[in-house]
């Protein structure tokens, strides 16, 4: 009878070949210092202690050296590429991560009135979600780059922009690159086939 076993310790042999399956939900009191190898998954992690956090856990880039022209623009509208994009997607591995989102590209714009200005924006897609477009402020004229006074000919210059988000999700997230403008006859994404790019980090919490 085992209860007899009091001390000593029970032989290799005297254990059955396949052992009862079991799990370990009635375990408790386990202490974490004697964990000495693996990783625990994020998402058994639910909140990290205060000063902990802003760990990189990855990183995605997208490129696209393909030129794109928008004639006669809008001052109040948002133009995307429907192909070749500057584009990326990364999926969170927990709710609490916050993504960097960095994009530059080079544009041209032409004019004939007495100011103008350019800007980008980002578009936010999540997956089954929500589409959002990110950007600095309200229009292009205090967005971007901007000329208060006449130029005699077109404006090319290279354009970066970085922001922070908190999507609480651990769907697919996509970004693109668009373009605002103020007072433009015509505005170019990636003029002259420059190479335009995003580069997304997720960001453990904090």
Known sequence: NATNLTSGTVPDARFPATLPAANGSALTNLNATTL?????????????????????LQVVQGTSNTAFTQSSPDNSTRYFPSSNKITASITPSATSSKIIVQFQTTIKMESSSSDMGSAMCVKESISGGSTTIIESSGDAYGSGLYFASTVSSNVRSRLFESILRTPNTTSAITYEVGLMSYEL????????????????MEVAGW
Do not use: D, H, Q
């Not at 639910?46 to 990189?56: C, F, N």
């Not at 505005?187 to 790019?197: D, H, P, Q, R, V």
């Open 36 to 56: 000495t190898s693996g990783t625990i998954p994020a998402a058994r992690i639910s909140s990290l202690p205060a000063g902990v956090g802003g760990k990189i």
């Open 185 to 200: 006859t015509s505005i170019e994404l990636n003029n002259n086939s420059s190479t335009g790019i995003i580069t997304l």
